[in-house]
């Protein structure tokens, strides 16, 4: 009887010593809305912890980290940006600390690093939108998008946009596009932007039909009321999964965890789709305008590939397009 | 008072601009430079747009301020206004504010298209054509502001014997005027061509969808790669920006040895009139400045605002006011963020225009030998400001002063503000510093004043009016600051054009248009305080200058 109540006491004395507590400060290009909303959340599920957000573009962000640890001071605990690919180059100058979460075993392989440096937290996928007064009858397809008459399209340039060099190198890798499918474009007076809001300004605006966009940009505007719909290509979509990662050498190494926990976790999944966007996990239910996740054909390609000739990629992408 | 204002340059300037060589001098870096094409054209690009739009604005400035502060025109208070609001909106708000008024689907466009059935827009906002009109439009306030204080200080006498001389307006204005507000011209002129040069929001907006690289994009493009040796190359760009600055400060330090003395007037300035060409040119020059210039794009970022989506409609029933809602309610950094960006540029304001007081005097005095000095003060305001934000942050991590953190807060972003906006206060005080009769602080000395004395007596009041606007002018700009702020703003250490920035970013145009709004009417409000404030003043002085006058 003694044991087992000193087994409790010391139990109970664990499991409050294990609550993370203290500072967690996160890193992020969430818009601004969305990073108060994930902030919230998460210190509802874990009050002894207090987020410091510092949000600015997923370019901004990583430019300041990265000058940060060159100083030997990182100021962030926990990165959640873009893509695979951006923590790749951080994986690979060793900025990432491994971890295993429980919650993992619940979303595809492939959304995850194999090493647990970095976990997906949702999808976003890169795909065509149009303007509904301009176009009557929408194509269907990438091939399709590059045989259109010159002027039409819009997409956010890989020099400026991380999510947009994905796409550059996900789509060079595909059989049925490869670099021919961008040297059509470049052949039909392709518009190019600094990031995907412009794009869906350029197109819900009307000075473009047709534009390549990041999926919720479009299907919130329409919602709202914005003359913009969506079109899935046939070949598929590439995918972003705004990752989340820990900083190497954190000193709050618990909070961190707890925080990828979250994220990963149904009720993580369930507020990110509260914000509306496509979540990672089967067993959440998408928000309304977007399919399901077994119905989304998927382009891919290694992120580590990706990683390595990206700079190459953008290279000949500017030369191409004459940027 | 040299010494302190050493120290100040070394933190604000000296020391950044240290950490940049070093990063710079970088060989991998260095060849890149040589080799890339890229870079060649950025060049090129850059200083074409920059010295257009600085010799439109000067121009453009120069009529209007003649127009508006010599002639007797209906309405020149009012346009006075206009002309200063793109001083307020961040350039990136600016360019959509045209775009959505004269882009491909903006509302002059399309009525022009309607008009005349034309089957494509008749012109382009991108390209190298829209970015000279924009960095001219974005630069006006700052030569109009410029020649204006130049102008005040013309003696009447001078222009009312030429008129008795039978000499006409345009003989006033091309042989008596301009050669003596010639160092005020080119003033204008270099301020402008600086702010063009450094400008990121306008090309980024007009330039790369079509692909026409400047200095700036360049620098952004390789400071956001994650290539390794981007910052490197960045740096390195960014050392070559310096070369036009100091080009354009030589130019002006071996011009303004040339320049006459002018003293401050305390009549009030003769207003010549019109007759009957006063109602058709005010109506023309309301025609362009109210009009194209300002009601048409910031009332097309006003319908923005108040419209529920972006791309619908404006009619009645589209429009609303969730945006405001949004923004006002449930964003919850805003308060923080309007605080901050009062404080900040409040404080930058005060801090620059009194070190340029102080600066402005020790170069008039250091003659040639200041050059260096002046070169120290203008960089950091040449350089875009995501570089010299990096030099910020490559300064103070680690701190050099032991024990002192100022990354991260937001005593980092002030200390940006002074370096960056010392220039902007320094060209209108330093222009009136070498237009100041040297025998008003001769004449002092002879009287037995001190240095101290003859400044506070004698020299001080004379230069109140343009330190106040010099103040003005960086606070104006200061508090929707973007470029420093994307990079040096953080947790809890938020301003207003950072909030905008944010927005825009995430495709919120809308919400961004709709804090744009609210940032201007803040601005209007506290112009309006102060200009009440102002009269209030001046009826209460018994011997203030409307008695003399």
């Known amino acids: ?323 | 008072m040299l010494a302190g204002l050493l120290a100040l340059l070394t933190f604000t300037s000296a020391l950044p601009l240290f950490r940049l060589v070093e990063r710079a001098l970088d060989p991998q870096a260095l060849g890149w430079l040589w080799e890339n094409p890229q870079a060649r054209r950025a060049i090129q690009h850059s200083l074409r747009v920059s010295s257009a739009s600085a010799v439109l604005a000067t121009a453009i400035g120069a009529a209007l301020v003649f127009l508006l502060e010599r002639l007797a025109l209906p309405g020149r208070r009012g346009l006075r206004l206009l002309l200063l609001v793109p001083l307020v909106v961040p350039p990136q708000i600016l360019a959509i504010a045209w775009l959505g008024w004269a882009g491909p689907a903006g509302l002059l466009t399309r009525a022009v298209r309607d008009a005349w059935a034309l089957p494509r827009p008749p012109w382009t906002l991108y390209g190298e054509g829209g970015i000279v009109l924009l960095l001219t439009v974005f630069a006006l306030p700052i030569t109009y502001l410029t020649i204006g204080a130049g102008l005040a200080r013309v003696p009447r006498h001078l222009e009312e014997a030429a008129r008795l001389d039978g000499a006409n307006l345009v003989a006033v204005g091309s042989r008596i005027l301009a050669p003596l507000l010639r160092p005020y011209l080119l003033a204008a002129a270099m301020l402008a061509f600086l702010a063009a040069l450094g400008n990121f929001g306008i090309p980024a907006l007009l330039g790369i969808p079509a692909r026409f690289l400047t200095l700036p994009t360049l620098v952004y493009q390789r400071v956001t790669s994650f290539a390794s040796g981007g910052f490197a190359q960045a740096a390195a760009l960014a050392l070559l920006m310096a070369v036009p600055a100091f080009a354009v400060l030589l130019l002006q330090v071996r011009l303004n040895r040339r320049a006459a003395a002018l003293e401050s007037q305390l009549e009030a300035p003769h207003r010549y009139r019109l007759g009957r060409w006063r109602w058709p040119l005010a109506a023309g020059v309301w025609l362009v400045v109210g009009g194209l210039m300002t009601a048409g794009p910031f009332g097309s970022m006003l319908l923005t605002s108040l419209t529920r989506a972006y791309g619908v409609r404006p009619t009645l029933d589209n429009l609303d006011l969730r945006h405001y809602a949004f923004v006002l309610q449930r964003l919850e950094a805003f308060p923080r963020a309007l605080t901050h960006s009062l404080l900040l540029a409040g404080g930058a304001a005060a801090i620059a225009a009194v070190v340029a007081l102080a600066l402005g005097y020790v170069l008039l005095r250091f003659g040639q030998r200041g050059t260096f000095l002046q070169l120290l003060v203008d960089l950091p305001y040449a350089l875009p400001g995501i570089v010299f934000a990096l030099a910020l942050v490559l300064t103070w991590l680690p701190s050099p002063i032991p024990g002192l953190r100022l990354y991260g807060t937001v005593w980092l972003l002030g200390l940006a503000y002074v370096g960056h906006y010392l220039a902007f206060a320094l060209q209108p005080i330093g222009a009136a510093w070498r237009q100041l009769d040297p025998a008003l602080e001769e004449a002092a000395r002879i009287d037995g004043a001190g240095t101290l004395q003859a400044m506070r007596f004698v020299l001080l009041p004379v230069m109140a009016p343009t330190v106040v606007v010099a103040a003005l002018l960086v606070f104006l700009n200061a508090f929707s600051e973007i470029s420093l702020s994307a990079l040096l703003a953080g947790s809890r250490a938020e301003t207003l054009g950072w909030l905008v920035f944010g927005l825009e970013q995430a495709g919120d145009t809308n919400r961004a248009a709709a804090l744009s709004v609210v940032l201007v009417a803040v601005l209007g409000l506290l112009g309006l305080v102060a200009a009440t404030l102002r009269r209030w003043a001046r009826r209460d002085a018994p011997g203030g200058p409307e008695a003399i006058a």
């Open chain 1, 1 to 323: 009887m003694l044991r087992t109540l000193a087994l409790l006491v010391s139990l109970a004395l664990g499991l409050a010593l294990a609550q993370p507590s203290g500072t967690l400060r996160l890193y992020t290009s969430q818009p601004d809305a969305d990073a108060a909303t994930t902030k919230a959340a998460f210190e509802a599920a874990y009050p002894g912890v207090t987020v410091e957000v510092f949000r600015s573009g997923t370019e901004q962000v990583i430019a300041r980290f990265l000058l940060e640890t060159e100083a030997g001071a990182p100021q962030a605990d926990v990165l959640l940006v873009a893509d695979a690919p951006t923590f790749e180059l951080l994986k690979a100058r060793g900025l990432l600390e491994t971890y295993a979460p429980a919650e993992a075993a619940a979303i595809d392989a492939a959304y995850v690093d194999p090493d647990g440096t970095y976990f997906g937290t949702k999808i976003l996928a890169t795909l065509v939108m149009y303007h509904t007064a301009l176009v009557t009858d929408p194509i269907g397809s990438w091939a399709e998008l590059a045989a259109l008459p010159a002027g039409s399209v819009v997409m956010p340039s890989p020099s400026y946009s991380g999510a947009a060099a994905y796409n550059l190198g996900v789509k060079t890798r595909h059989p049925g596009l490869g670099w021919a499918w961008y040297e059509a474009l470049a052949g039909a007076d392709v518009f190019l932007t600094q990031g995907n809001g412009a794009v869906l300004r350029t197109v819900a605006g009307g000075e473009r039909p047709y534009g390549v966009v990041v999926d919720f940009l479009p299907i919130r505007a329409a919602l709202e009321g914005s003359p913009v719909a969506v079109i899935y290509p046939s070949e598929g979509v590439p995918v972003i999964t705004e990752p989340v990662g820990i900083v190497k050498g954190t000193p709050n190494l618990e909070a961190a965890q707890a925080f990828v926990d979250f994220l990963l976790s149904a009720e993580g999944q369930r507020v990110a789709v509260g914000m509306g966007y496509m979540p990672l996990r089967a067993d959440v239910e998408p928000p309304a305008g977007f399919p399901s996740l077994s119905d989304l054909t998927l382009l891919s390609a290694a992120p580590a590939d990706l990683a390595a000739t990206r700079d190459a990629d953008k290279e000949r992408f500017a030369t191409l397009f004459g940027e």
